[in-house]
């Protein structure tokens, strides 16, 4: 126990070190507005694909509708803000909870379903949110809601981002997260044992779910809109990648494919004819030789490199 | 001992973390004899085909503007970011083209609501953004405040002007008098243009019998379409995107709705055909900012050009792509600067300046002043019809 009390503040404490270092950078103007916003576009990234990897990597449900939750958050925390003129801290607790009421709902009846019949289900709903969103005159339609502040600030998304990945890494650690855990490996063998298997599913649904709402919120408070056209299924598939990139139920993956595919994506932005084909050929290439991700399903730790001890941001 | 070394290897693999960031954040200083201008545009996504045009129309421009040079020789470049046909990405793209290259001013993004998303950057940074395409009227005024968006410009009329255009059209020369209206639902600017083509086509004494709309990548329009055909319309209006519109003029025959459709500048692409089927086409008309049968002198030496370089006929994307490169050029001229605030006041004043769509000037709200055209599809090819004056 004490072991792992100390491991967890030497990561808080080398958070707090890169969080000065990158802010330092941002304020002197080392680090310039393009690459402040992909920093910023990561940190989200990360908070999205960890979330997933809790319903996808850790309870072993295969959700894609994640984008839909997002653009939950986006609204909900926009509507706030902007329509009814109330803070933005406001807005981050009110999106977080609504994004999870919102997968409480909907886990309740699809949860009950598996594998591809689940993956379909959650399309949908992802879909569908963003359909009804798209036909809401209030919050602006097709046009999107305009004219957000920008409110999110690099120290905003950072401390929400270790506050999402602290959370899920003690909630794995947790009795429901093992139980979680146990439905991954096998539901069958975990029903027998007596796990409410439903319960630790919809927990896990909801937990994911009103983390992409916060993500959401942040991410329509830094892009100055929130649009139906950036919550479709291809973002939901982006945060999929990421997770499956990183390798579905390591977290230090998922942090690793959001940062990876972030930053490519910045990268060949000078090269837009060749972005979807490097893309794509980097995905077949480690499916082909590593069809479990970057790092399987363990973490990573300076283990890995025979170095004891372990480090990741 | 063993508890320090791995605080200081965490705190090692964090400070070299942030050092590999700080080695992209250098920006690269513009070299002098160049010129550089960005283009926001859709290279990938749903409008691709929106963006690549507008790259091919910048780069010719750039041909004829880089013969002479500007500022006394220096050449103009162009640096394109793909915005993905999506304004979050545009917001990025915008955001790099001019922290990280460095642009004097930039073209584009052609779709309205990355127009609009991408101006809070270029305004904050005092950069010109013109938008070849973008109809939506918000994307150069504020409708928060009312006021004029200092630093975007567009070089294509507004959505209003284009619904009224087809309705007096549709009403006075082709005297249509029932007319039914398929909206795309996803976009505004489908709605705009619906909009105003109903309150000016009733205003001509004709009436709408039906309303219907549609979700943008649906690819079954047959029972809409049928329910259409029951009341009977001498005309439909659908103002969408070629995508979906290829398969409710190919689905509309196929039912033998064999009445007149028209629509909007959306419908400009040489997809269209592919899509819609050549013998779909015929009887379908919509307006537009630009004909390439237009015979100005130098609208015929750009489309011969165009085809020479690029194989293909040169679409309305193509040509305000161009005519925005040559106002941009102006801009530099008159301002004898390339500092992008300078440059952007000399281009609220450019006047008469002629392009490949017309004269070029613009009103306080950064609308271009200029007329519009109405095509008419003949066997798969776009006729010019008409030239309709504001």
């Not at chain 1, 992802?126 to 999110?152: F, H, K, Q």
């Not at chain 1, 329509?220 to 997770?243: C, N």
């Not at chain 2, 209206?181 to 086509?201: H, Q, R, V, W």
């Not at chain 2, 819609?276 to 011969?304: H, I, M």
Request: aromatic share 10%; net charge neutral; glycine share 10%.
């Amino acid at each position: 126990m004490n072991r792992v009390r100390k491991f967890d503040l030497s990561v808080l404490a080398a958070s707090i070190a890169i969080f000065a270092a990158l802010q330092g950078m941002i304020f002197t103007g080392i680090i310039g507005p393009f690459w402040e916003l992909n920093i910023i576009l990561i940190c989200i990234n990360i908070i999205l694909a960890v979330s997933l990897n809790l319903i996808n990597g850790y309870t072993g449900q295969f959700s894609i509708g994640h984008a839909g939750f997002m653009a939950v958050g986006a609204y909900t925390s926009a509507v706030i803000t902007v329509k009814l003129g109330l803070p933005y801290e406001l807005g981050l607790v009110v999106a977080t909870i609504s994004a999870g009421f919102l997968g409480f709902l909907i886990g309740l009846p699809t949860l009950r379903l598996n594998g591809d019949y689940l993956a379909i289900a959650t399309l949908g709903l992802g879909e569908i949110i963003r359909i009804c969103i798209l036909n809401i005159d209030y919050v602006g339609g097709a046009s999107g809601l305009m004219g957000i502040p920008r409110l999110t600030t690099f120290a905003y998304v950072f401390w929400i981002m270790i506050g999402v990945i602290f959370f899920i890494k003690n909630f794995k650690n947790s009795a429901p997260g093992r139980c979680c855990l146990a439905i991954r490996e096998n539901e069958i063998a975990a029903d027998t044992m007596g796990i409410n298997t439903t319960k630790y599913k919809v927990l896990a649904f909801t937990l994911g779910a009103s983390f992409a709402g916060t993500a959401g919120a942040l991410f329509s408070h830094y892009f100055f809109l929130a649009h139906p056209a950036s919550f479709t299924f291809m973002r939901s598939f982006d945060i999929l990648t990421m997770v499956v990139l990183g390798g579905l139920g390591s977290m230090t993956g998922s942090i690793t494919g959001a940062i990876l595919l972030t930053f490519i994506s910045a990268f060949l932005s000078d090269f837009p004819e060749w972005r979807m084909i490097i893309y794509s050929v980097t995905m077949i290439i480690l499916m082909l030789y590593r069809p479990q991700g970057l790092f399987g399903n363990k973490e990573l730790s300076l283990k890995m490199f025979g170095l004891g001890g372990k480090g990741n941001g | 001992m063993k508890r320090v070394n791995k605080l200081l290897s965490v705190l090692t693999a964090g400070v070299l973390f942030a050092g590999a960031l700080a080695g992209c954040g250098g920006s690269k200083e513009a070299k002098s004899d160049v010129i550089k201008i960005g283009g926001n545009l859709e290279m990938t996504g749903g409008s691709a085909s929106f963006g690549i045009s507008s790259k091919n129309g910048i780069e010719l421009a750039l041909k004829t503007v880089n013969q002479k040079g500007v500022l006394g020789g220096k050449k103009v470049e162009l640096v394109v970011a793909d915005n993905k046909s999506e304004a979050s990405e545009a917001l990025n793209s915008m955001q790099k083209l001019i922290s990280q290259d460095k642009v004097v001013a930039v073209i584009g993004p052609n779709l309205s609501s990355a127009a609009i998303a991408s101006s809070a950057i270029n305004n904050a940074a005092k950069v010109t953004a013109i938008t070849p395409m973008g109809t939506n009227p918000d994307v150069t005024v504020n409708p928060e405040n009312g006021k004029t968006r200092e630093y975007n410009f567009r070089a294509c009329f507004i959505d209003p002007f284009q619904g009224t255009v087809m309705a007096n059209f549709a009403a006075k020369e082709m005297g249509f008098k029932r007319a039914a209206i398929m909206i795309d639902n996803t976009s505004d600017y489908s709605k705009g243009l619906a909009t105003f083509f109903k309150e000016n086509f009733l205003k001509n004494g004709c009436e709408v019998v039906a309303e219907e709309a549609y979700l943008q990548k649906d690819t079954d329009f047959k029972s809409t379409l049928t329910k259409i055909k029951a009341v009977n319309p001498d005309f439909i209006y659908v103002p969408g995107y070629y995508q979906e519109v290829g398969l409710i003029i190919k689905q509309a025959r196929e039912i033998g709705l064999e009445v007149a459709i028209a629509g909007g500048d959306g419908w400009d692409s040489a997809k269209l055909p592919e899509i819609a089927g050549k013998e779909a086409l015929n009887g379908t008309f919509f307006s537009s900012l630009y004909s390439p049968d237009d015979t100005s002198e130098l609208n015929k030496n750009f489309v011969a050009e165009y085809q020479k370089t690029y194989n293909a006929k040169p679409d309305v994307f193509a040509a305000l792509a161009h005519d925005a490169t040559l106002v941009i050029a102006k801009g530099i001229e008159d301002s004898q600067s390339a500092e992008p605030a300078k440059v952007a006041a000399a281009i609220a004043k450019v006047k008469d300046l002629n392009g490949v769509s017309g004269a070029i000037a613009f009103d306080d709200k950064h609308n271009p002043i200029k007329s519009a055209v109405i095509i008419e599809h003949i066997d798969g090819k776009q006729t010019f019809k008409t030239k309709i004056n504001p």
